[in-house]
């Protein structure tokens, strides 16, 4: 193999050329491939937080996906289905009881 910077022949296994110190090829593939981040994960996460509805579907979309990420962000994206799930159950139970209490006005009629 020679370097793609000086022109010089370095070994096939080498990370670096021994000659001007730039890196090879076979560096940056390997650290492209660990910088990998789960994305949907992390987003569905965060909206999870915000708008439950959003962060549900990307959070199940997250999971998915972390297969293919060699299931980096499975955690979080769990995280965010469970959180999701709650703020929604919640909203659920309050928009249910405030129905129940309007409904128990009307049949009551007018307070004087």
């Known amino acids: 193999m020679y370097c793609r910077n000086c022109g010089k022949e370095i ?3 080498a990370d670096v050329c021994l000659h001007c110190g730039v890196a ?7 650290q ?9 994960a992390i ?5 999870s937080f915000i708008m439950p509805i959003a962060g549900l579907v990307l959070s199940i979309l997250g999971r998915s ?6 299931d980096n962000g499975k955690g979080l994206s ?3 289905i469970i959180i999701s799930s709650i ?4 909203g659920l139970l309050v928009i249910i009881i405030y129905m129940y209490i309007f409904l128990l006005l009307i049949i009551s009629g007018p307070i004087m």
């Open 78 to 80: 769990l995280a965010g």
């Open 24 to 30: 090879t090829n076979k560096t940056t593939a390997n």
């Open 43 to 47: 987003i569905g996460f965060i909206l």
């Open 65 to 70: 996906k972390a297969s293919s990420y060699n």
């Open 32 to 40: 492209s491939s660990a910088q990998q981040t789960n994305v949907l």
């Open 11 to 13: 070994n096939d296994n």
């Open 87 to 90: 703020y929604l159950a919640f």
